[in-house]
């Protein structure tokens, strides 16, 4: 009987995938190896069994322990996403113009500090750090020059933007619409994750509630206006990068989710009207078979949260869809090209693990930001891993290795421990303002630290296989001008542009920040009329007020 329901829905499968596949234009017919031995789409286990089917179940098809596309890079590469951005809006233009005929093929933009914490480059509080890691952008202005030239309905873009998340976000739809492109054809992501920000990294502005308003009322502007824009990227990145392990990132980053979700749905909103454009945002580290099995125990772990739990019907609400981008907190500033040898790992780890999306960090990222030499290297390492090395040739390929799968399981049952812990505490949002979280991943850190510092972990070229008196490599740097030229521009804005009209806008915001309507068109009504982020978020900290940890 067993046998049977197997082998009816792996039929139902095929069927779905050969039409899907027919619509593919340009389809590679048949995959084989070097030595000319054909590779088949997927493979199983002789035996299907209904216990198999419902632990792994098929690519594409739910708990998607196996990928979230039935075809998985068969049918695409994932996105190869450079992570990108420093000094003014032109530099930074020429460096995504640069990356997209190197083959990249979508845009992800680091911000600087200010524009992070939403301050204006003549703020005092932003001296000496505009432009320095990441792009300045003050105003609409900013953001054109940003993307001129850039076809915003044919390129997908992410924006690494938290607490100011909604602004940069009305800035990007209204370049788009003076593109003459609307915004429901508009595609991309906001991290827009607040949580993981007073866990791990603290580029945070406002309190908890009225930053989880503002969360929320982006994911019910989006549902409606621009419904192929991913809502949040939901980030176990800083997490790990602030010294978690693989479990505990995945952990914390579902108990956010989960608060994510539980915000929207107190807010009035349906599942399936928010949950499809939920996205998110993994590590790739050095361990190479916890990575692979960390992802597919994600996706088997959300699907049944979001199906199980809070009884979406969509399945595309139960997709766990990831970016990834190599561990930062890997890199040595000592003999930096062996970190290329460390992102290649980390980068064949994430597509092993069946990631959506990929950025692989530059050699030189620990010492500086990153050359344009570099940022190539960078990229060629996931061009090589997509076109050279056939572990694209066939869905999950490591489904089957005993390693893997009980990786996998432990590293599920661990997380639906610390899931529970935290559900206990009373949330994610609780758990954040006791510290829990933040103790965790101390510890952790902690614990790691020492391990270097004995020797017990080994860090080529740091603890062990060191090169005395070694050359630094060439590195890029910022024009230490930069500030002053933005100031510059700043002050020619505002003679220019109509202040009765900023004016009038900032007041409507006021009143709505008092209030209880969604912020999102009176953040977007600002935008337009040219008003700065610091003047937008300058309204809101008065309102809202600013978040001071415990």
Request: glycine letters at 8%; proline letters at 4%; aromatic letters at 8%.
């Amino acid at each position: 009987m067993g046998k049977n329901k197997a082998k009816k829905a792996l039929q139902a499968w095929e069927e779905k995938v050969e039409a899907r596949l027919a619509k593919v234009p340009e389809r590679k017919e048949k995959f084989e190896t070097s030595s000319g031995i054909e590779v088949e789409r997927v493979y199983f286990p002789e035996e299907l069994t209904d216990e198999y089917m419902e632990k792994s179940g098929l690519p594409g098809e739910y708990p998607y322990t196996r990928g979230v596309q039935p075809t998985m890079y068969r049918g695409r590469f994932w996105t190869m996403r450079q992570y990108a951005g420093f000094g003014s809006a032109e530099e930074t233009n020429k460096r995504f113009k640069y990356l997209l005929e190197q083959g990249q093929t979508g845009l992800s933009c680091a911000f600087d500090l200010p524009t992070q914490i939403g301050y204006d480059s003549d703020d005092p509080m932003s001296t000496g750090e505009v432009g320095k890691v990441g792009v300045a952008i003050d105003s609409l202005e900013d953001m054109e020059i940003l993307l001129d030239g850039i076809p915003l309905d044919k390129v997908s873009t992410s924006m690494t933007i938290n607490a100011p998340a909604s602004v940069l976000l009305a800035m990007y739809i209204a370049v788009g619409e003076k593109q003459g492109v609307p915004p429901e054809k508009l595609s991309g992501t906001i991290q827009n994750d607040i949580l993981k920000e007073y866990i791990a990294r603290g580029t945070y502005i406002f309190p908890p509630k009225p930053s989880m308003r503002l969360i929320t009322d982006i994911f019910a502007y989006c549902a409606k206006n621009v419904p192929k824009w991913n809502t949040i990227s939901i980030s176990g990145y800083h997490i790990r990068e602030a010294g978690s392990t693989a479990v505990q990132e995945v952990a914390f980053t579902l108990a956010d989710a989960v608060a994510y979700v539980e915000a929207a749905l107190e807010a009035g909103l349906d599942i399936d009207d928010f949950a499809p454009q939920l996205s998110f945002f993994f590590n790739g580290h050095n361990n190479f078979f916890e990575e692979i099995a960390k992802f597919r125990a994600a996706r088997r772990i959300w699907s049944r949260l979001m199906k199980e739990k809070y009884g979406a019907k969509n399945p595309k609400s139960w997709q766990f869809r990831v970016h990834t981008q190599t561990g930062g907190s890997t890199l040595t500033a000592q003999q930096p090209d062996n970190n290329i040898v460390r992102v290649t790992i980390q980068a064949l780890a994430a597509v092993l693990g069946g990631t959506q999306s990929l950025h692989t960090n530059s050699r030189d990222e620990a010492l500086a930001l990153p050359t344009e030499e570099s940022a190539r290297i960078a990229l060629r390492t996931q061009q090589i891993i997509a076109y050279e090395t056939g572990v694209t040739d066939t869905v999950d390929p490591l489904a089957g290795s005993y390693y893997v799968e009980s990786l996998t399981d432990q590293i599920e049952q661990r997380v639906l421990d610390y899931l529970k812990k935290i559900e206990d505490m009373g949330g994610a949002v609780s758990a954040v303002e006791q510290g829990y979280m933040q103790r965790e991943i101390h510890e952790k850190a902690y614990e790691f630290q020492k391990k270097v510092e004995s020797g017990e972990e080994v860090v080529v070229g740091v603890n062990r296989f060191r090169i005395e008196g070694e050359k630094q490599p060439e590195l890029l740097r910022v024009d230490p001008s930069l500030g002053k030229i933005q100031r510059a521009k700043l002050e020619k804005l505002r003679e220019r542009r109509d202040n009765d009209r900023v004016k009038e806008t900032l007041a409507a915001l006021r009143e709505g920040a008092k209030g209880s309507d969604n912020l999102m068109p009176l953040i977007l009504d600002a935008v337009r009329a040219y008003a700065t982020i610091g003047e937008i978020c300058g309204v809101l900290r008065e309102e809202f007020g600013e978040y001071r940890p415990v």
